[in-house]
């Protein structure tokens, strides 16, 4: 396997910390916030690796979205 770059090393870091918080959720709602976080990827998979500032910009939407899931409080998902 190719060596990753910094922001594919952040990327892929972001989505398992995402999956990680999936787990801490109820076990009949943890289906939703997986499925909401392979979609929010899957959706975004198709920009540039080349456009850095698009990039960084997702990863800190990401990180603002996980601490505000990963709160106990929220318990369901939808989109």
Known sequence: ????????RDV?????QCLRAARAKPAETRKNFEDFTRKEFRE???LNK????T???????G???????????ITNISR
């Open 1 to 8: 396997m190719a060596k990753l770059s910094g922001l594919q």
């Open 12 to 16: 892929l870091a972001l989505y398992r």
């Open 44 to 46: 975004h998979i198709h």
């Open 50 to 53: 080349k456009d850095f500032s």
């Open 55 to 61: 990039i960084e910009y997702m990863l800190r939407r």
């Open 63 to 73: 990180n603002r979205q996980l601490e505000i899931y990963a709160d106990p409080g």
